[in-house]
């Protein structure tokens, strides 16, 4: 008598669908990683998983909605849990302040592992992608919100600048985080005068109005060759508005009024252009935010000038050149000329005129550099994730930091 036939279920089962789905996760944060947001596409990321590619589309209708998955399940609850310790620890979230404990938390920040790399290139992406941008929003930019929003009897404007301060240097932290050398880079004692800053909050002030007119416009390049000059604001406006990758040349020569003859007369490629505008403009704003800051320093303190520019930082309307700072720091990570060119000018301003008359010892000077670099990295972020944050009152923190 011939055996019984077996049906078998056309679905695996769903032991073997979960440990599939997490496989694909975990390569995707490793892929967002190592690779990039390039390196999010199916293909990769099934080979890191050691599956094919069936599963994948079986799941996911595309990389926009698989970097979401990564996003939502593993780098979100990363640095959401992370930014919470900093605040924990900052006596912002309930408890004590401990200043060990945020100099603790502080760090995990500054040196992050594969899931908070992951967490800052998909944050970044999430600029130019719809799909990604609403996982990004509706995980952690809600949080932030939540976080900082002054409520009537619970929360402040002054602690909601307080936490927002301290969310802004943690995650400009995690973003300069691929800087060269930041292994030996000694943060504690700017951490500590912060903690001794927030411990003693001031009371908010009506601040100048001083409107940084030269973010509103960039400032024009000038390298005596006009067609030079159109072709590098082109590339920086374009991969303001598209990212990188979405940045055709096309486009760009397009932009400019020029053509792709001239563009690769003068460059070899489209990254190297990129590459040159940044180390061109990154000089030029060092430059004019300074000489910014110093001029409303001179008649309001440093503590004034410095919450003044946060604001008109984060200021609305200036999303484009917000934009392409940050996309020029991510592809940055990945492309080490780049990293290396935006590293020099970095270089050049922690030894040059613009920290004269600065109350710091020559073993200070990384760490305070440093600390100030995220700190306007991480401003300059906030507003992705929580556009409201400029009309937060962050005198209560400047002033009794910086006088």
Known sequence: MPAPSVTRSARPPQQRVLRNHERLVDAAVEAADEDGWAGL???????????????????????????????????????RGALADVLTAGGLLGGEPNVNDLIAAMEVLAHPDAELRASAELMLVSQFDLVLRAAVRDGLGSQIE??????????????????????????GLLLAGHRPGIGGIDLRHEIRLLATALAVPAKPIALPRARARHLDEPTPFDTGDVTLDALLQAVLDQVGADGFDGASVERIVAAAGSSQGALFGRYETKLDLFIDATRRQQAISMRTNHEYIQRIAASHGAGVADAVTLREFQRPGRELPRAHLMEQLRISWHEGTLLLAQEEELEAFAHGEFIVGVVRTRKQVPGYVHVGYALGLGATALPVLFPACWTLPYDVVTIPLLG
């Open 41 to 79: 596409n199916f293909a990769n990321v099934a080979a890191r998983a050691g599956l094919s590619r069936r599963p994948l589309q079986d799941r996911f209708s595309d990389s926009s909605h698989l970097a979401a998955a990564a996003w939502t399940e593993r780098a979100d609850p990363a640095l």
């Open 146 to 171: 939540a976080w900082c929003t002054p409520e009537p009897k619970q929360l402040t404007r002054a602690d909601a600048a307080r936490r927002a301060y301290l969310i802004s240097l943690g995650l």
